[in-house]
């Protein structure tokens, strides 16, 4: 594969709108969802960035703040192309780069249970009990960035 790229985008731009449909392929297309306008309007003060390889999005992930320690990552999208290529962990990281250029102490997230042995691979742990989301069975986890 060729180099990859990744960037912040903006909400709203042509790049945002590639990467929802990014997001709605990986995502919820599977589940046979898609996403509603309150669930698009959570986007508007996130962070969002997105991955490229030869000028074409290939993953998304998005970072939501949640007080002045916390963040969360949220809707890690790969196009089917590029999965377990290691895309989604360089994604995942340079989300954690940006979060601690923005002094964040914590990322959190919520893992579709089959994804966890992913994140734990990057240095997340669980925390809570197991809950659903979209129709499947989650967890919350935790990194701690300092």
Known sequence: MNTLSIKEI?????????????????????????????????????????????NA???TLILSPQNEETIRLRQIAVCSDFQRKNIGKKLVEFGETVAKGREYRKIILFSREYVIPFYANL???VYGDRFESVTLPHFCMQKQLV
């Open 10 to 54: 903006a909400f709203g731009s042509k790049d945002y709108r590639k990467a929802l449909a990014i997001r709605e392929e990986v995502l919820r297309e599977p589940l046979e969802l898609s996403f509603s306008q309150e669930e698009l309007k959570e986007d508007l003060d996130d962070i969002h960035i997105s991955g490229f390889s030869k």
């Open 57 to 59: 999005m290939i993953g």
């Open 123 to 125: 240095g997340y742990t």
